[in-house]
């Protein structure tokens, strides 16, 4: 199964990014998808999570900014990301569980300017 992230790039603080992360295989009976991100020398981290009932989960830091969804017909996770700020620059990864085993995205960069 490949994963592939798209849709980073620069934006002012406020300003918002939508990411995609389109799997080459069904997402239907997948369990989790989620993004994650990561900065130089800290550990990569959950971001928000959409699990195969569609129940959504988010990291405290992305609540009230941050939306995922699915789209399983085009085997696409999305990530709606509003009122971005800084701290929000990261590499972000799109990752998914298929048959209990678990794939990850090549990463796209976000880049919050102030």
């Known amino acids: 199964v490949q994963l592939q992230a798209s849709g980073g790039g620069l934006v002012q603080a406020g300003g918002s990014l939508r990411l995609s992360c389109v799997a080459s295989?069904?997402?239907?009976?997948?369990?989790?998808m989620g993004w994650f991100r990561q900065v130089p020398g800290k550990q990569r981290e959950l971001v928000a999570a959409?699990?195969?009932?569609?129940?959504?989960v988010y990291a405290d830091s992305a609540k009230g900014r941050f939306s995922v969804s699915r789209d399983n017909a085009k085997n696409t996770m999305y990530l709606q990301m509003n009122s971005l700020k800084p701290e929000d620059t990261a590499v972000y990864y799109c990752?998914?569980?298929?048959?209990?085993?678990?794939?990850w995205g090549q990463g796209t960069l976000v880049t919050v300017s102030s």
């Open positions: 990752n998914g569980v298929f048959r209990g085993r678990s794939y």
């Open positions: 959409i699990l195969s009932g569609g129940n959504p």
């Open positions: 295989a069904s997402i239907i009976s997948v369990n989790f």
